[in-house]
């Protein structure tokens, strides 16, 4: 099954500590998507992490909760609106952006994370056509 924003949907608190907080791979990092299908934001943002997701596909995954089933979840990772996306690495939160922003703005904070942890380079297509480092728009 895959969430709208085209990430694992996380049905559980039990899913969420086991695959975001205790078992998330070393060499990527996981977006959460915090959402609910009332949210017009929400549903603007999905677009925008589905294209992250395809274009970091080798250095990030993709979950998706929404705020409605999972209240206790978005509560205890200090969600308070939405949509909030959190970037995780290694079951820690190393950014968090709320409300809706653009495909440049959530790449950058993807770029910012994978620099902070020596993860930037390599297959990914962070690159742009001049040359600089950077999400194209």
Same mark, same amino acid.
């Given at each position: 099954?895959?969430?709208?924003?085209?990430?694992?949907?996380?049905?559980?608190?039990?899913?969420?500590?086991?695959?975001?907080?205790?078992?998330?791979?070393?060499?990527?990092?996981?977006?959460?998507?915090?959402?609910?299908?009332?949210?017009?934001?929400?549903?603007?943002?999905?677009?925008? =992490?589905?294209?992250?997701?395809?274009?970091?596909?080798?250095?990030?995954?993709?979950?998706? #909760?929404? %705020?409605?089933?999972?209240?206790?979840?978005?509560?205890?990772? $200090?969600?308070?609106? #939405?949509?909030?996306?959190? #970037?995780?690495?290694?079951?820690?939160?190393?950014?968090?952006? =709320?409300?809706?922003?653009?495909?440049?703005?959530?790449?950058?904070? =993807?770029?910012? =994370?994978?620099?902070?942890?020596?993860?930037?380079?390599?297959?990914?297509?962070? %690159? $742009?056509?001049?040359?600089?480092? $950077?999400?194209?728009?």
């Amino acid at each position: 099954m895959v969430a709208k924003s085209g990430g694992k949907p996380i049905s559980s608190e039990e899913q969420f500590e086991r695959e975001v907080l205790t078992d998330s791979p070393k060499n990527k990092l996981t977006l959460v998507l915090y959402t609910a299908p009332w949210c017009g934001p929400c549903r603007l943002t999905n677009p925008v =992490v589905k294209e992250i997701m395809k274009q970091y596909q080798s250095k990030l995954e993709v979950a998706e #909760i929404n %705020t409605d089933d999972l209240p206790e979840v978005a509560s205890n990772a $200090g969600v308070t609106s #939405i949509p909030t996306i959190q #970037i995780y690495h290694q079951g820690k939160v190393k950014d968090t952006i =709320v409300g809706c922003v653009s495909k440049n703005v959530l790449g950058k904070a =993807v770029d910012k =994370v994978l620099e902070d942890m020596g993860m930037l380079g390599g297959d990914d297509d962070t %690159t $742009g056509e001049d040359g600089s480092e $950077g999400v194209n728009l």
